[in-house]
C-alpha cells in the first residue's frame, strides 16, 4: 500500500499576463523538492485549479512531471459531476502519479451516503493512491468519522488531507492507524505529528521548506523540544501567508524573492499592501 508521510507542498500556479508561466512553475517545482520536500501537491487550492480549463490543468501536471519524479507528485481532483470527476480522472490516470487529491464535492452538499457513493466509485475506477481531502468551509460538507472509516477500507484509499477541524476525528484516524493522516491546516503541523500523524499537505512549505522538512524529521526522531522550536519560528510566516485569501500571499512571498510573478486570476486577487509589507519584514 503507499504511504503518504513529510511534507507535500501545496503547490502554486505561476502566472504571466494572464498565462500560465511553464518556466517559472518548473523551477519553483525543482527548488521546492531540491528543498526537502517529500512532493508536490498540482491543481489544489493552493494551485487556484478552479480558474483553471481542464486542458490547463493537464498541462501545468505534465510540465511538472518533466522536472519531478513521478513518484512525488499528487494531483488535484475536485468537481461536483460525478461522470465528468471519473473521465477527468482517466485522462490524469494515463501519468504514473503518486497519487489523486479528491475533496468532498462542493456546493451540492451530499448526504454521508452521498460522499460514500461518490468516494468509492472515484476509488473503483482509479488505480492510482487516493488522498481524502476533508475541508467543510470550502465543500460545504464535512466527512464524518463513521463516513471515513468506510472509505478507508477500500484498497486505493490511503490517506486524508485533514482541514476538518475537528480535534477528536484527527486523533481517531490517526488512533486508527489505517489513513495516513496528513494536516493541511498549517498552523496544525506540530500537533498532527505529535499526535502520531504523518506529516502535512502545506501551502506556507512554500517558503523555509527545509525548516518545515525540519519538524518533521526532529518530531519522527523524537526530539520534540528542537521540533518545537524550529516550529515556533515559522508561526509568524504560517500566519502571514493565512491573513487573506489562499494563494495571494504565498504568491506575493515567492515574488519577493524572485521565483514567481505576483499574479492570480480573478476573482483571487492580490495581497494588500499592507499585508505585503508586513510580510517583507518578516522575510527580513
Not at 502535512?200 to 518530531?219: E, G, K, P, Q, Y
Not at 516550529?231 to 521565483?259: C, D, H, T, W, Y
Request: net charge negative; charged share 20%; hydrophobic share 50%.
Amino acid at each position: 500500500m503507499s504511504t503518504f508521510s513529510g511534507v507535500w507542498v501545496a503547490l502554486v500556479t505561476p502566472f504571466r499576463d494572464g498565462q500560465v508561466d511553464f518556466p517559472a512553475l518548473r523551477a519553483l517545482a525543482v527548488h521546492l523538492v531540491d528543498a526537502g520536500a517529500a512532493g508536490l501537491v498540482v491543481c489544489g487550492t493552493s494551485g487556484e485549479a478552479a480558474a483553471l480549463e481542464e486542458g490547463e490543468q493537464l498541462a501545468v501536471l505534465d510540465s511538472v512531471l518533466e522536472v519531478v519524479p513521478a513518484c512525488r507528485v499528487v494531483m488535484g481532483l475536485s468537481g461536483n459531476n460525478q461522470a465528468a470527476v471519473l473521465a477527468r480522472l482517466r485522462r490524469i490516470q494515463s501519468r504514473p502519479l503518486a497519487g489523486v487529491l479528491v475533496p468532498a464535492p462542493y456546493y451540492i452538499r451530499p448526504s454521508q451516503q452521498g460522499l460514500l457513493t461518490f468516494f468509492e466509485a472515484v476509488a473503483d475506477a482509479s488505480h492510482l493512491p487516493i488522498i481524502l481531502y476533508d475541508i467543510p468551509y470550502r465543500s460545504a460538507v464535512s466527512m464524518e468519522l463513521d463516513t471515513l472509516r468506510q472509505l478507508a477500507r477500500h484498497p486505493r484509499i490511503v490517506a486524508i488531507k485533514d482541514c476538518g477541524g475537528d480535534p477528536r476525528k484527527t486523533q481517531s484516524l490517526i488512533q486508527d492507524g489505517v489513513l495516513d493522516v496528513l494536516t493541511g491546516e498549517d498552523e496544525q503541523l506540530f500537533t498532527t505529528l505529535c499526535l502520531g500523524g504523518s506529516g502535512a499537505i502545506s501551502a506556507a512549505a512554500h517558503l523555509r521548506t527545509a525548516d518545515f522538512v525540519a519538524v518533521v524529521r526532529l518530531l519522527q526522531q523524537g526530539d520534540l523540544l528542537a521540533g518545537r522550536a524550529v516550529f515556533r519560528e515559522l508561526l509568524p510566516l504560517i500566519r502571514l501567508a493565512f491573513a487573506e485569501p489562499n494563494p495571494a500571499p504565498v504568491k506575493s512571498l515567492l515574488a519577493m524573492q524572485g521565483l514567481i510573478v505576483d499574479e492570480l486570476r480573478e476573482p483571487m486577487l492580490r495581497c494588500s499592501d499592507e499585508l505585503r509589507e508586513r510580510m517583507r519584514a518578516e522575510l527580513l
